[in-house]
């Protein structure tokens, strides 16, 4: 059974910096796609970041150029570095974890960018 837990949100003033981790309890890591996504208050779920076992990454159009995706597949640990935040930033950040059909959520973190 995949689990997933989230570490590092926070509250940040805009322009400042937050790195949020997520550590998965899974067999053969690497062989998932691991994903950031986040539900901004009053909206629906969207994609922030993913990243493949071989390291190919993709980004939505909103955090291109001010968050990184990483990920260390001895650790089992998916990172994203988030910079230059944004009160838009403001969400509940959720670590997914993908192989075939199979999808797994994590808990969420609370990343709140305000001055």
């Known amino acids: 059974q995949v689990q997933l837990v989230e570490s590092g949100g926070g509250s940040v003033q805009p322009g400042g910096s937050l790195r949020l981790s997520c550590a998965a309890s899974v067999t053969r890591f690497s062989t998932y796609v691991m994903g950031w996504y986040r539900q901004p208050p009053g909206k629906q779920r969207e994609l922030v970041a993913t990243i493949t076992g071989g390291g190919l990454t993709v980004y939505a159009d909103s955090v291109k ?9 001895a650790k089992d640990t998916v990172y994203l570095q988030m910079n230059n935040l944004k009160p838009e930033d403001t969400a ?4 997914n974890a993908a192989r075939g ?3 797994v959520w994590g808990q969420g973190t609370q ?4 001055s």
């Open 101 to 103: 059909f199979v999808g």
């Open 65 to 73: 150029g001010r968050f990184t995706i990483s990920r260390d597949n």
């Open 92 to 95: 509940v950040y959720y670590c």
């Open 111 to 114: 990343v709140t960018v305000s």
